[in-house]
């Protein structure tokens, strides 16, 4: 029995399934094989319009449809896969999806794949292959290079469901969630190597509802990097290292901003990355805000800065030099957070002294320096703490919330 075959027994199963459980609206499933719209599996022949011809009559479907990529190599272009369509479109995917080997036939777009405007998507299966060494060589170079692309990009797109992916070697970031809601990212393998330039592996802004789970992410920036506008933000079994760590921010750079609020990152391995749990905020104005954030159940293996609050960010000293930040952050809470931190720091609260960090708590940390002793710095912060703390961190008493403290504590 081949592949499709298999793929449609499984799908009649499945509908057969639902009305012995007595769902009576089951829709049967149309498949749409790419192969049959001339795409060719040789990694040479450019597949990007019988993509778009297999996309179009999927989306045009008046039952749920499914798109086949069967095993081999694909090569596609800048790839717009926009909607709205009629009804579920499941992408189904056992081959690789390739870039050109020219990283500037991608030209200033921003995005190798895209998906626009669509609701009820899945993305399930295969692998990425955005050839991103070439472009990472001229950023380092200095040479007039294009923007970059992102490797898979999802905009206003409503009850997603992306699974099982493989992406490697993406220009700049892998996966973008961006003006989302109701997404779950499951099981995804992210990599790039630790000095590729903004590989980020998933960046989430713009968004309600987005659930990441039993995600790998060794890359060159940030495993998860968190926006503005993101609301109920859930992350769990996450493996990130190499990268610079699961980050909420750069907030701040602009004046009007939505906020970040109800984020909880629980069950995370943290291995040799520059950053564990990071808030970064640019040192300027700013009505933004942190707030009601959980890190809990984490370990750290050498890493640089495990537990970190940066609210000075100022890159080349450009647009912020003696300015402070306004993003408030407040109600954040890091409990269980075990093992060893690279640097002789391992927790550091750079709080803004405008807008003083409120309602962080501290609960049963344990983190070590080279089985010596760390340190902890604490700027204009009010919080709490109870069971082990390793290391010791000072708080301004709470009916002193006002006052901006500055403090430095040894282990």
Sequence with gaps: MGVIETVLLVISSCILCSVSLGISNAAPTSTYNVVNFGAKADGKTDCTKPF?????????????????VPKGRYLLGNTNFRGPCKRKV????AGTLVAPEDYTALGNSGFWILFNHVENVVISGGKLDAKGAAFWNCRRSGKNCPVGARSMTFNWVNNLVISGITSVNSQLSHLVINTCNNVLVKNVKLIAPDQSPNTDGIHVELSTGVTINGCTMQTGDDCISIGDATYNLFMSNIKCGPGHGVSIGSLGKEMEEKGVE???????IFSGSDNGVRIKTWARPSNGFVRNVRFQNIIMDKVENPIIIDQNYCPNNQGCPGQTSGIKISQITYSNIKGSSATPEAVTFDCSPSNPCQGIKLQDINLSYNNKSATSSCKNIVGTSSGTLVPETNYTPPYLSKLLMASRSPL
């Design 52 to 68: 778009i011809k297999a996309w179009q009559s999927a989306c045009s479907s008046l039952s749920p449809a499914t798109i086949y």
């Design 262 to 268: 109800n984020v909880t990152l629980t069950n995370a």
């Design 90 to 93: 499941t992408f189904l995917i």
